[in-house]
T-cell receptor
Framework: AQSVTQLDSHVSVSEGTPVLLRCNYSSSYSPSLFWYVQHPNKGLQLLLK??????LVKGINGFEAEFKKSETSFHLTKPSAHMSDAAEYFCVARSSNTGKLIFGQGTTLQVKP | SQTIHQWPATLVQPVGSPLSLECTVEGTSNPNLYWYRQAAGRGLQLLFYSVGIGQISSEVPQNLSASRPQDRQFILSSKKLLLSDSGFYLC?????????????FGDGTRLSIL
């Protein structure tokens, strides 16, 4: 069965420093992968998506992610954190069998001034 | 452009009362529609999905039901709420062709059961 694992439940960075949120997936097929961000009491906003085109995917707000098939990873990065980046981040895979979304458990990003 | 609306944003209901949460999508036709619940601790659980008017698939047995009376309207209901129904309810839509398109979420409804 497909699964998504976010390796860190909580990440803390200082404003202006790089952000790395780690995600591993398990799938027998080339998956569709997404990163979403959720601010408190808000819905999930799509940051970026990978759908078997370029392995380096650029998203909104300066975020990007690299699909590495050999490592089954899809880590989210940003060169310089902003205070407004503090939120919950979800790595999500789309099941190739059912089309349903498989969610990671989320990573809370804290940005310190 | 497409937009998704959910209301109300927050709701406080007594145990045993009925529930109706509404979700509408604009700017697209024949979307797939979804209801999720997000309990404290962040995980999202798929409750229902619909690929067309009157077509509802239930993912987990529970106290809730869903209906799709119009192409872009999705309603989550209950006849008698339980304490365990508390949570953050999210509606989402995706292109109705099972392609690689992502799901797009509404702003959610915070439901508290007293």
């Amino acid at each position: 069965a497909q699964s998504v694992t976010q390796l860190d439940s909580h990440v803390s960075v200082s404003e202006g420093t790089p952000v790395l949120l780690r995600c591993n997936y398990s799938s027998s097929y080339s998956p569709s992968l997404f990163w979403y961000v959720q601010h408190p009491n808000k819905g999930l906003q799509l940051l970026l998506k990978y759908t078997s085109a370029a392995t380096l995917v650029k998203g909104i707000n300066g975020f990007e992610a690299e699909f590495k098939k050999s490592e089954t990873s899809f880590h989210l990065t940003k060169p310089s954190a902003h205070m407004s980046d503090a939120a919950e981040y979800f790595c999500v895979a789309r099941s190739s069998n059912t089309g349903k979304l498989i969610f990671g458990q989320g990573t809370t990003l804290q940005v310190k001034p | 452009s497409q937009t998704i609306h959910q209301w109300p944003a927050t709701l406080v209901q007594p145990v045993g009362s009925p529930l109706s949460l509404e979700c509408t999508v604009e700017g697209t036709s024949n979307p797939n529609l979804y209801w999720y619940r997000q309990a404290a601790g962040r995980g999202l659980q798929l409750l229902f999905y619909s690929v067309g008017i009157g077509q509802i698939s239930s993912e987990v047995p529970q106290n809730l039901s869903a209906s799709r009376p119009q192409d872009r309207q999705f309603i989550l209901s209950s006849k008698k709420l339980l304490l365990s129904d508390s949570g953050f309810y999210l509606c989402a839509w995706s292109a109705g062709d099972f392609s690689n398109q992502p799901q797009h979420f509404g702003d959610g409804t915070r439901l508290s059961i007293l």
